[in-house]
């Protein structure tokens, strides 16, 4: 069964730092552009970085651009998100997800295949 299991979630004062982690069963994760989304209560779902299938290009939203840092390890079937300076505003739901289009194509949920379950990230001030 192919699945996306994230972890690392947590509660963190304001400033602090986190690291979630993606680890993938059933599929290779080389084959996908890989991104991380949030959704926190009452708002959309929203890209937070993403990152080809090599690894050379990355994208992030303006609002967590110089804060956090996405990575990849085909070698592990793993990817990651390190989140520093993070902020109240950054308090969510974080789920990684795979996609198997173009890089041009990698702003919307919409525009991804598989998603893991989530993990509630939480800062407080």
């Known amino acids: 069964q192919e699945q996306l299991v994230e972890s690392g979630g947590g509660l963190v004062q304001a400033g602090g730092s986190l690291r979630l982690s993606c680890a993938a069963s059933g599929r290779t994760l080389s084959s996908y552009i890989m991104g991380w989304f949030r959704q926190a209560p009452g708002k959309e779902r929203e890209v937070v970085a993403a990152?080809?299938?090599?690894?050379?290009?990355?994208y992030y939203a303006d609002s967590v651009k110089g804060r956090f840092t996405i990575v990849r390890d085909n070698a592990r079937n793993t990817v990651h998100l390190q989140m520093n300076s993070l902020k109240p505003e950054d308090t969510a739901v974080y789920y990684c997800?795979?996609?198997?289009?173009?890089?041009?194509?990698?702003?919307?949920?919409?525009?991804?295949?598989?998603w893991g379950q989530g993990t509630q990230v939480t800062v407080s001030s």
């Open positions: 997800a795979a996609a198997s289009g173009y890089w041009t194509r990698r702003f919307y949920p919409s525009d991804y295949d598989s």
């Open positions: 990152i080809s299938r090599s690894g050379v290009l990355i």
